[in-house]
């Protein structure tokens, strides 16, 4: 069993940067794809960025291209997702999640997540 342990979320205004880490406990994270997903109230868990294992493959929203970056550090069981030019529309409580079997796109396809950590932009 695998656990994450996000941080770096807060109250932001349109524009700022933020960056989110999360910490996995457990030797598998190396070996594992992994990604970040939001929800905000009332609405699904969404894709945002994943990572593949060898930390050389990224896939991102739409949404969120160009503006986010997804990163991992395994010798730290680390990953990162560094927010830029946020917008009041990327409020919402993140997830890092690890990878299981299926589409990288999917919430259903991971395994092990973490607790969220709740980013706010305002306006």
């Known amino acids: 069993q695998v656990q994450l342990v996000e941080s770096g979320g807060g109250l932001v205004q349109a524009g700022d940067s933020l960056r989110l880490s999360c910490v996995a406990s457990g030797r598998s994270f190396a070996m594992r794809n992994m990604g970040w997903f939001r929800q905000a109230p009332g609405k699904e868990r969404d894709f945002v960025a994943a990572?593949?294992?060898?930390?050389?493959?990224?896939s991102y929203a739409d949404s969120v291209k160009g503006r986010f970056t997804i990163s991992r550090d395994n010798a730290k069981n680390t990953a990162y997702l560094q927010m830029n030019s946020l917008k009041p529309e990327d409020t919402a409580v993140y997830y890092c999640?690890?990878?299981?079997?299926?589409?990288?796109?999917?919430?259903?396809?991971?395994?092990?997540w973490g607790q969220g950590t709740q980013v706010t932009v305002s306006s």
């Open positions: 990572l593949m294992n060898t930390g050389y493959s990224t």
């Open positions: 999640a690890l990878h299981s079997t299926g589409s990288i796109y999917d919430a259903r396809s991971y395994a092990d």
